[in-house]
Every structure is written in C-alpha cells, then in structure tokens.
C-alpha cells in the first residue's frame, strides 16, 4: 500500500536492540540509511534481514558488527568510503548477501565469523576485503570477488570461489580438495602456494597467478593471456586442458619456467577454428615417462 518501507539516521548509533527489515504483501524494499558515521551493532545487538514477500533489504551505512546480522532475505550493504569490521557473526545461510564498496578507500574487515550457506552467495564489489588470522569463513555456499582485493591471511571453508576482475592475495596456502576455483581477469598472489586437487577444476579465463601452483585435478584454459609466473607442478593423473572457444578466440598458457609433466596436457578447441598455445618462457616441457601430450 506504501511502496517502500525506508528510514535515515543522520549519525551513527549503537543497536542494543533487534533491527528488522522486511516487507508483507508484495516484494518492496526495505532500506535503513546511516547519513554519516557507522551502525554498531552490539554484543548482543541483532540485525535481521527477513524473507517477509521477497523484496530487497539495504543497509545504507558503514557497519561495525559485534553481534549477529542474518540474511533470511537478500542483504545489500553499502556505503561510500565506508570501513565495515565484523568481529561477531554474519549469517548468510538464508539468502544471498552484496557488498557494495565505492568511494575512497572502501574496505570490509572480517575478525570474526561469516558463514555462507549452501546454494548462497556472497558477492563483494569494489575496494578492499581482509580475511584477518583467526577469523572464520565457512559454508557451503560461494564468494564472488568483483574488481576488488581479497587479503586472506587465514584458510577458509567454502564451495567455490570466483575472481572477477579481481586480485586476491593469499597468505597461507591454498587447495580446492571442496573449493570451486574460477579466475577471470584476475590475479592471484602469494606467498601462499595453490593446490588444484584431485577431482578438481580450476577454470582460467584472461588470469594470472605469481604464486606456485601444483596441478593434481584439471587447469581448464579457455581464453588467450594466461600466466603461471610461478613454479608449476603437473602431477601424476592431472590435466592441463587447453580449449579454445570461439567467444573467445585462441586459448593460451605461458608459463615461466620449466616443468616437468606427470600427467596429460590436451590442446585442442570448440566452436570455431582457433588456435591452443602452451608457451614455456624459459627452461624445459619434460614429457615425463608416464606423461601425455595431445594434440
């Protein structure tokens, strides 16, 4: 009857209380706005996105999270030349989350717990997110990075993760034994090292990675530009599949240095007539014994 439902806080304030936002008898939005200064949700402060009939909820305001912020419906946070901290918990097991980070400096700093749920997903969007030693992020469900930097200092539980456009920086190691790994236009970083497990794909489109990468399940090279200025490593029962498809021209691969193949290495294409490059920039391929290389 009212469209909807918005209400703005010219300061920042402190919930010791339950904040809900929600929506009945059809799919408006709710929106809480913070003109300036920040949201602090308590120790035992609550902040609830409920699925009500399905309408979008945003919260307009730089967030320090202490207590719990749940997302039983979709939850946009956003704020420009906002500094977010999460040192309680953030639940998205309910439904999807957004960061929208723009303006100067924008940053999201976990301390404490996010946890996304399977079939959920967390899309960050512009500036700085930090995964503090410590801290936890766990679920079944997927992180989406776009045109941001992800800092992780610590290991993470998750389904997948997607780099778009985007840079993560990896202080501890990193395998994909249960993680979903696609970099389009990214970069990844160290000194962390990168394990594709067995069973596994790592899908490459226009990316690169600075940091060793040991290749137990299968590196899917599906556009040109690609680069491992790492060590690489091609184990035993592994696959570097090389596939170009006509959407995006010729697949391609350079690799620093000399490695040796235990595995199979397929170049070959889909859709149109283009060409599969595996560059080795210095040292030697070394077809092992065992190794294939198809053509």
């Known amino acids: 009857s009212y469209g909807n439902a918005g209400l ?72 420009t030349s906002a500094a977010h901290t999460n040192s309680g918990t953030l639940d998205a097991t309910g439904a999807n989350l957004t960061l929208n980070q723009g303006g100067t400096g924008p940053s999201f700093t976990n301390t404490g717990t996010v946890t996304i749920g399977a079939g959920r997903t967390w899309t960050i969007s512009g500036g700085t997110f930090t995964q503090q030693t410590g801290a936890v992020l766990n679920g079944g469900g997927a992180l989406t990075v776009v ?12 389904g997948a993760l997607t780099l778009n456009s985007a840079t993560a920086n990896f202080a501890t190691n990193l395998s994909t034994a249960a993680l979903a ?16 497990a067995p069973g596994q794909t790592l899908a490459l489109y226009y990316s690169t990675i600075t940091t060793a990468v ?45 490695f040796t193949n235990n595995g199979a290495i397929e170049l070959t294409d889909v859709g149109g007539g283009y060409g599969a490059t595996l560059t080795v920039t210095a040292g030697t391929l070394t077809n092992a014994a065992g190794g294939t290389f198809t053509a």
């Not at 730089?62 to 912020?69: E, H, I, R, T, Y």
């Not at 992800?150 to 539980?157: E, G, K, V």
């Not at 790994?181 to 594709?196: D, H, I, K, R």
């Open 147 to 158: 045109s941001a930097t992800a800092n992780f200092n610590t290991a993470f539980t998750l």
């Open 8 to 79: 703005t806080v010219a300061s920042g304030f402190t919930n010791n209380g339950a904040i809900e936002l929600t929506d009945v008898g059809s799919s408006y939005g709710a929106t809480l706005t913070v003109t300036a200064g920040t949201l602090t949700n308590a120790a035992g402060g609550t902040f609830t996105a409920l699925a009500g009939a399905g309408g979008g909820r945003t919260l307009a305001a730089a967030l320090d999270n202490q207590g719990l912020v749940t997302a039983n419906g979709p939850l946009t946070i956003g704020a």
């Open 214 to 258: 040991t290749n137990q399940g299968t590196v899917l090279v599906s556009t040109p530009g690609n680069v491992f200025s790492g060590a690489f490593t091609a184990a035993a029962g592994a696959l570097l599949h090389l596939e170009v498809n006509g959407s995006y021209g010729g697949a391609g691969l350079t690799v620093a240095s000399g």
């Open 181 to 196: 790994l696609t970099l389009s236009s990214a970069t990844v970083n160290g000194p962390g090292t990168l394990t594709n």
